[in-house]
């Protein structure tokens, strides 16, 4: 009985699957939504239990794709100013390879920040101008200037920032997040990705928030703007909610058949993927929808957070997603690349995230979210403190550098209040407590209770982790 149930058919049940209409194979093939999940309250992950006490049960990264220069933004160097138009030194440079941009350049000339900066809050951190709302924030947040890493090109530095690896091909941050603990909601994907719409800059493939060797149902789900936040999760024309579930469960039928000859992962991924995909029918429409959202909050964020796919509204959809128990939900904004034009090109880009990232905060703080939700904010690496291209009165840019840049934190048990690290009186070098970007995802790990050494998957007869072989947790920056 059991087995005409798909000899009858006289296809094999992946490539039945693969062809079965109604949009469902190109959902799963798209989407790779998160499956597994086992009861109303959401299924555990590969961890059974927390390695120890987490301080955060969720993580939001803003991630600025071009990387910010943090010269401009949260490092202030004075004598940069005195200094203006001069040489870098040689004893500073120390050697350090330059990107092909500005490497065949006849002189390196040392450029000031244009942009004041000021102290704020008890705590004194010291901000750009530009970033006014963040100033509001400045003792909610924690200042990393000392974050190092190796890449010096877009390409490898936000691969290597997302995954721990500069080469393509491993598990993002969150995938590893959902293989680890799974997911909290049975009705939403765990990892949930969302682009800023209309982003000019390096390119961002999806790769980047990919699962890698990992089991596809750990890559992220993109959101996007428009009538349909999630691809091919509504039903096509003529097809009722009856009708899809009727052909799930004729599926379900078949595959239930078919596992008494032996369980295929790919298609009980598959299977699952469609049942997750026809609980988000109802879901997803209630995440999105942002019309029980009060004036004020609106307010909170800008005027942009009512325009879908932009960044305020992707940070209030944020707010939202985690609230309904999202555990990793990852924003990319692009546009901060800035190798020429600076002086008017990053108060454009402040001016489009500094409000909402903001607000992102104050809103966890006001809904209860922020102790146990770890906010981050940062690019894949610095800039430099020299100009690239000519060095004009009203304009300058800045090249890649890798040696330092800065980023923040908030909430999820990391210290409010705070500046971590030094660089040098040229903000070239570190002096002081470097993190590298290994040391980063150590503590993102460390603060949802998982000891990074601990979280492995065996792929190609070695075990793999997040942080490879390397990493330390930031114990100085956790409260």
């Given at each position: 009985?059991?087995?005409?149930?798909?000899?009858?058919?006289?296809?094999?049940?992946?490539?039945?699957?693969?062809?079965?209409?109604?949009?469902?194979?190109?959902?799963?093939?798209?989407?790779?939504?998160?499956?597994?999940?086992?009861?109303?309250?959401?299924?555990?992950?590969?961890?059974?239990?927390?390695?120890?006490?987490?301080?955060?049960?969720?993580?939001?990264?803003?991630?600025?794709?071009?990387?910010?220069?943090?010269?401009?933004?949260?490092?202030?160097?004075?004598?940069?100013?005195?200094?203006?138009?001069?040489?870098?030194?040689?004893?500073?440079?120390?050697?350090?390879?330059?990107?092909?941009?500005?490497?065949?350049?006849?002189?390196?000339?040392?450029?000031?920040?244009?942009?004041?900066?000021?102290?704020?809050?008890?705590?004194?951190?010291?901000?750009?101008?530009?970033?006014?709302?963040?100033?509001?924030?400045?003792?909610?947040?924690?200042?990393?200037?000392?974050?190092?890493?190796?890449?010096?090109?877009?390409?490898?530095?936000?691969?290597?920032?997302?995954?721990?690896?500069?080469?393509?091909?491993?598990?993002?941050?969150?995938?590893?997040?959902?293989?680890?603990?799974?997911?909290?909601?049975?009705?939403?994907?765990?990892?949930?990705?969302?682009?800023?719409?209309?982003?000019?800059?390096?390119?961002?493939?999806?790769?980047?928030?990919?699962?890698?060797?990992?089991?596809?149902?750990?890559?992220?789900?993109?959101?996007?703007?428009?009538?349909?936040?999630?691809?091919?999760?509504?039903?096509?024309?003529?097809?009722?909610?009856?009708?899809?579930?009727?052909?799930?469960?004729?599926?379900?039928?078949?595959?239930?058949?078919?596992?008494?000859?032996?369980?295929?992962?790919?298609?009980?991924?598959?299977?699952?993927?469609?049942?997750?995909?026809?609980?988000?029918?109802?879901?997803?429409?209630?995440?999105?929808?942002?019309?029980?959202?009060?004036?004020?909050v609106f307010e909170l964020y800008g005027k942009d957070s009512k325009n879908p796919g932009t960044f305020a509204a992707n940070c209030l959809q944020a707010r939202r997603l985690v609230e309904r128990g999202v555990r990793f939900?990852?924003?990319?904004?692009?546009?901060?690349?800035?190798?020429?034009?600076?002086?008017?090109?990053?108060?454009?880009?402040?001016?489009?995230?500094?409000?909402?990232?903001?607000?992102?905060?104050?809103?966890?703080?006001?809904?209860?979210?922020?102790?146990?939700?770890?906010?981050?904010?940062?690019?894949?690496?610095?800039?430099?403190?020299?100009?690239?291209?000519?060095?004009?009165?009203?304009?300058?840019?800045?090249?890649?550098?890798?040696?330092?840049?800065?980023?923040?934190?908030?909430?999820?048990?990391?210290?409010?209040?705070?500046?971590?690290?030094?660089?040098?009186?040229?903000?070239?070098?570190?002096?002081?407590?470097?993190?590298?970007?290994?040391?980063?995802?150590?503590?993102?790990?460390?603060?949802?209770?998982?000891?990074?050494?601990?979280?492995?998957?065996?792929?190609?007869?070695?075990?793999?982790?997040?942080?490879?072989?390397?990493?330390?947790?930031?114990?100085?920056?956790?409260?």
């Open positions: 009985m059991k087995k005409n149930l798909t000899s009858g058919f006289g296809i094999n049940r992946r490539s039945m699957l693969s062809q079965m209409g109604m949009g469902f194979g190109a959902l799963a093939a798209s989407q790779m939504l998160h499956a597994e999940a086992t009861s109303q309250s959401g299924s555990s992950g590969v961890l059974k239990a927390l390695h120890h006490a987490p301080k955060a049960k969720r993580v939001i990264f803003l991630f600025q794709s071009g990387a910010p220069s943090q010269l401009d933004l949260f490092d202030y160097k004075p004598l940069l100013n005195e200094k203006h138009g001069t040489e870098l030194p040689e004893e500073v440079r120390g050697g350090q390879r330059l990107t092909g941009m500005s490497g065949n350049q006849s002189s390196l000339p040392l450029v000031g920040s244009p942009f004041k900066f000021s102290q704020h809050g008890e705590s004194g951190t010291r901000l750009s101008n530009l970033l006014p709302h963040t100033a509001g924030i400045a003792d909610d947040i924690c200042v990393v200037k000392s974050m190092y890493t190796e890449a010096i090109n877009h390409g490898p530095g936000v691969t290597f920032m997302q995954t721990g690896s500069q080469f393509p091909g491993r598990p993002s941050m969150g995938a590893w997040m959902d293989y680890g603990l799974g997911t909290e909601n049975h009705d939403l994907p765990a990892f949930v990705v969302m682009v800023s719409k209309n982003g000019r800059g390096q390119p961002l493939s999806s790769r980047l928030w990919g699962n890698g060797f990992l089991a596809s149902k750990h890559q992220g789900v993109q959101f996007r703007s428009g009538k349909d936040p999630v691809l091919y999760l509504s039903n096509p024309e003529g097809i009722d909610s009856g009708s899809r579930r009727a052909a799930l469960d004729a599926l379900n039928q078949l595959h239930e058949g078919q596992l008494a000859n032996g369980a295929d992962p790919y298609v009980e991924t598959r299977i699952a993927q469609y049942e997750l995909a026809f609980r988000m029918q109802n879901s997803i429409p209630d995440a999105t929808d942002f019309s029980d959202e009060p004036e004020s939900v990852q924003l990319y904004h692009q546009g901060w690349d800035h190798h020429g034009g600076l002086p008017s090109g990053l108060p454009r880009q402040c001016a489009a995230t500094d409000q909402a990232s903001a607000a992102l905060v104050k809103d966890l703080k006001r809904c209860g979210l922020l102790e146990d939700t770890l906010v981050i904010w940062g690019g894949e690496f610095g800039r430099t403190n020299y100009c690239q291209g000519k060095l004009t009165a009203k304009s300058f840019g800045r090249d890649h550098h890798p040696r330092c840049f800065s980023i923040w934190m908030a909430g999820g048990g990391i210290k409010p209040g705070i500046s971590y690290g030094e660089t040098d009186e040229y903000g070239y070098n570190l002096t002081e407590n470097p993190v590298h970007i290994h040391d980063l995802h150590a503590t993102i790990l460390h603060q949802m209770g998982i000891d990074h050494e601990r979280l492995t998957y065996k792929y190609q007869g070695r075990q793999f982790r997040l942080t490879d072989v390397h990493g330390h947790v930031v114990h100085d920056i956790l409260s």
